[in-house]
């Protein structure tokens, strides 16, 4: 069930910032929380580059410094005029991750950074299924999300973030095998990397 502080944090800009801040202190600052997926990547000025469930554009804004080419998708309006708003250099499409209105093999790199958490299992499947389909052979499916953490110092403030800020969901992905789920799907996945005690998980695929 959300919460109250849930529902203000994205009706709120200013909320939404502030938290995401907060919540990146132990990795540097946003701006390398949100560069996390991207390291090791080489992403050229003319590759097609997803950022899948963009939000307001926290990540869109280093994706287009790198490719002449970003789109940014989601399915909330109201995040997406934030997003036109904060990276204009970007185009972007209002559709579902798990129905993606693209053709297959277009993408050289798709992005997302902390959205599958948000996602029923079910849900979950379906958006890896698509970004495989709409990914080019040898394309790479980046992401940053939640980890169970392996230090259990990190464990009561992971469990109040998500107990103020986020569903079940959250919970279940904490549970959630993904570089299993990828590879059942088809991708070669590389050896996650662990950040924040664990309570933060860095993967990238390979179609």
Not at 44 to 57: A, H, I, P, R, W
């Amino acid at each position: 069930m959300a919460t109250i502080l849930r529902d203000w944090s994205y009706r709120y800009q200013w909320l939404y910032d502030g938290i995401s801040r907060l919540a990146a202190v132990s990795l540097g600052g946003e701006a390398r929380f949100r560069q996390l997926a991207l390291q090791g990547l080489t992403i050229n000025s003319d590759n097609q580059v997803l950022d899948l469930c963009c939000g307001s554009g926290q990540s869109t804004q280093f994706l287009v410094k790198s490719s002449q080419n970003v789109t940014g998708l989601d399915a909330s309006p109201f995040s997406l005029r934030r997003a036109r708003q904060n990276v204009p250099e970007a185009a972007y499409v209002e559709a579902f991750a798990e129905k993606m209105p693209f053709a297959d093999n277009l993408f050289d790199v798709v992005h997302t950074s902390v959205a599958l958490h948000e996602m029923q299992p079910e849900q979950l499947q379906k958006i890896i299924n698509e970004v495989y389909r709409v990914l080019k052979p040898g394309g790479v499916f980046t992401l940053v999300d939640f980890h169970a953490p392996t230090n259990p110092i990190f464990w009561p403030g992971v469990s109040l973030f998500l107990l103020l800020f986020e569903t079940e969901t959250a919970w279940q992905l904490l549970k959630t095998d993904l570089p299993d789920l990828l590879t059942k799907t088809g991708f070669k996945v590389g050896k996650p990397t662990l950040y924040a005690g664990g309570s933060l998980q860095v993967i990238q695929a390979r179609k």
